[in-house]
């Protein structure tokens, strides 16, 4: 639900502004207050979950953009190796929270994720409440940074190495697309997922073929 949030604010904020496009990194990590103060500029913080997929991240955004916009991606590495179609547990709930309008973006791969999470969707319509360091649509302030987690203890989870390998041809379908956001006269940017040190160095080649890959 907090994508639909998303969307509204990317419909209805005028431009020129700064977007933010990634993952949990940015839903968690951003204080979008500040960087629109510092810039004089409105900001909007489009991350969600990495689960969703780089794919249909970058085909969504690009259909709100303007004229004037600065759009900065910030991906996860895991998403040039195998994950950029996103995750069944994650893009199927954010497809049928949004009651399926964005089906049209989805590609046969995509779409096979969606019907492998279509039980997580039935189990999580039958929850009573959630977590409370658990996603919440009223976590997310009126930027679209989660901010419920700032008074809540400070967690860890050990980051795990990615596996496979680099999907060039995706690489490439995001660059083009990259482009198209371009020809729509924005200022494209990308940028490196926040990540702890240990997490890094467990994904150290990795983040190095995709630097060079964009180098």
């Avoid at 629109?36 to 085909?59: C, Q, R, T, W």
């Avoid at 969707?121 to 976590?139: D, H, L, N, P």
Wanted: aromatic share 14%; charged share 20%.
């Amino acid at each position: 639900m907090a994508y639909n949030k998303k969307c509204y604010l990317l419909d209805n904020t005028p431009s020129p502004r700064i977007v933010f496009v990634g993952g949990s990194n940015l839903a968690f990590g951003l204080d979008s207050k500040r960087i629109e103060d510092s810039f004089n500029l409105p900001v909007l913080n489009y991350g969600l979950h990495a689960g969703i997929g780089l794919k249909f991240m970058v085909d969504d955004v690009e259909q709100y953009v303007r004229k004037g916009d600065i759009v900065i991606f910030v991906p996860e590495y895991e998403h040039f190796y195998g994950t950029a179609c996103g995750e069944p547990q994650t893009l199927a709930p954010l497809i049928a929270y949004s009651n399926w309008a964005k089906c049209d973006l989805l590609n046969g791969h995509q779409i096979l994720q969606v019907l492998l999470g279509i039980p997580s969707v039935i189990r999580e319509s039958a929850m009573q409440g959630y977590s409370k360091k658990g996603y919440k649509a009223s976590g997310f302030n009126e930027y679209g940074d989660e901010v419920l987690h700032w008074t809540l203890p400070s967690s860890f989870i050990s980051s795990q190495p990615i596996k496979g390998e680099f999907d060039e041809s995706f690489g490439l379908y995001f660059v083009r697309q990259l482009y198209e956001i371009e020809k729509k006269g924005c200022k494209v940017i990308i940028i490196p997922p926040v990540i702890r040190a240990s997490g890094f160095k467990a994904r150290e080649v990795q983040a190095k073929t995709v630097e060079c890959f964009f180098g």
